[in-house]
Structure formats: structure tokens, C-alpha cells
T-cell receptor
Framework: GAVVSQHPSRVICKSGTSVKIECRSLDFQATTMFWYRQFPKKSLMLMATSNEGSKATYEQGVEKDKFLINHASLTLSTLTVTSAHPEDSSFYIC???????????????FGPGTRLTVL | TQLLEQSPQFLSIQEGENLTVYCNSSSVFSSLQWYRQEPGEGPVLLVTVVTGGEVKKLKRLTFQFGDARKDSSLHITAAQPGDTGLYLCAGEYGNQFYFGTGTSLTVIP
């Protein structure tokens, strides 16, 4: 299957600093990537859809100025958590969409996630 | 945001037992996926169902997509400890995927 990587896998930062998380599709091009947030033993919450070459689409309730998304190339999307606070501590997961012929069986492949802890 | 409710939320069973996990929504999805997630890792895709009424089998796992494409079920036969994990359904709606509330399964040896 297609491989998606995330970097870093784990980050600890002080309150007020900004943290950048990278999501890369390693063996395929992804015009669309997704960013999710997950709390312990809970499901994934879609934060935003990252589109290559255009602005990200944010889900309701997600602050676009807080969570900056850049999809600069067909293999890289970044999520920057600006002025992080302890309540931003979470597991952040990205996925990249692999579009099959005809688009009927689109699949998304997930990165391994990034554990963010804000002190 | 499209809501998908999974039931049960938690399930603890003995090895060898059968179980069914349900994923329900009031929305119609163009496709529905099932994932299994281990702690500290990203979800791993198990199956994608596209057609209403579709049934797919993956060894001891059987997946069914509802006729109206609003709900789905995952049935595991003769569960094994290796089946332990968080099971997630995800519906494709528009250009996004929305996840269910999750079912945490523990299979006791």
C-alpha cells in the first residue's frame, strides 16, 4: 500500500511556542491531504482538508489562524500549531488521498501520527 | 460534520467468541471504510465498501454496507487476542472522510 510519513513522531514544547508537523506521501502524489486530531481512546476528528496549491478547508469550530496548513507540493502538507497551549496537546494524524481510476474507490492512507505535548 | 455512531463503544470478550460492531448514520455516504488502530499509531485500512448491500469478507472479518448506504457492520468470527484494538468506521461524504465514534475491542486469551 501507499506510504505516508509524519515528522516529528513526538514533540514536547513550552506554552506559547509554535510547532510544525510535516506529512509526506512517500510513493505517490496526493492532491488532497487531511489533518485529524485524536484524544486518548477517542475517535479521529477531522480538522481540515489540505488541497495542493490552494487554501485549506477547515471544519466548523477549528481555528484557521491557530492551525495553519500549507500544502506546498503534491507530496507535502504541513500543520503549524501556533502559540500552542496545554489544551492543544493531542495526537495529530494526517492522511493522503489516493484517487483510483474513476474516483469510485478513493482510499486514504494514514501517517503514523504525531504526539504533541504542550507544557 | 457528518455523525457516525458506533456501538458498542467498548467490548471485552473471551478468545473464540463472535462479535458484531455497528456503524450508523443518518447521512448517505458514497463509500465507507473500516480501520483498526493500535495505540500510538495511525489507523490501518481493513476494507472499503461502496455499493449498498455489499458484503466483503477478510478472513474472519465480514463487512456489510447497508442497502441505503447509511450504515455498516463488522462481524468477527472466533476472535483472537490479535484482534484487540480500536475499530473505526469512516464515511466518505463529499470530498471528506468522517470517522465514527470508535469501538475499543479487547479479546482476552
Amino acid at each position: 500500500g501507499a506510504v505516508v510519513s509524519q515528522h516529528p513522531s513526538r514533540v514536547i514544547c513550552k506554552s506559547g511556542t509554535s510547532v510544525k508537523i510535516e506529512c509526506r506521501s512517500l510513493d505517490f502524489q496526493a492532491t488532497t491531504m487531511f489533518w485529524y486530531r485524536q484524544f486518548p481512546k477517542k475517535s479521529l476528528m477531522l480538522m481540515a482538508t489540505s488541497n495542493e496549491g490552494s487554501k485549506a478547508t477547515y471544519e466548523q469550530g477549528v481555528e484557521k489562524d491557530k492551525f495553519l496548513i500549507n500544502h506546498a507540493s503534491l507530496t507535502l502538507s504541513t500543520l503549524t500549531v501556533t502559540s500552542a497551549h496545554p489544551e492543544d496537546s493531542s495526537f495529530y494524524i494526517c492522511s493522503a488521498r489516493l484517487v483510483s481510476g474513476g474516483g469510485a474507490n478513493n482510499e486514504q492512507f494514514f501517517g503514523p501520527g504525531t504526539r504533541l505535548t504542550v507544557l | 460534520t457528518q455523525l457516525l455512531e458506533q456501538s458498542p463503544q467498548f467490548l471485552s470478550i473471551q478468545e473464540g467468541e463472535n462479535l458484531t460492531v455497528y456503524c450508523n448514520s443518518s447521512s448517505v455516504f458514497s463509500s465507507l471504510q473500516w480501520y483498526r488502530q493500535e495505540p500510538g499509531e495511525g489507523p490501518v485500512l481493513l476494507v472499503t465498501v461502496v455499493t449498498g448491500g455489499e458484503v466483503k469478507k477478510l478472513k474472519r472479518l465480514t463487512f456489510q454496507f447497508g442497502d441505503a448506504r447509511k450504515d455498516s457492520s463488522l462481524h468477527i468470527t472466533a476472535a483472537q487476542p490479535g484482534d484487540t484494538g480500536l475499530y473505526l468506521c469512516a464515511g466518505e461524504y463529499g470530498n471528506q472522510f468522517y470517522f465514527g465514534t470508535g469501538t475499543s475491542l479487547t479479546v482476552i486469551p
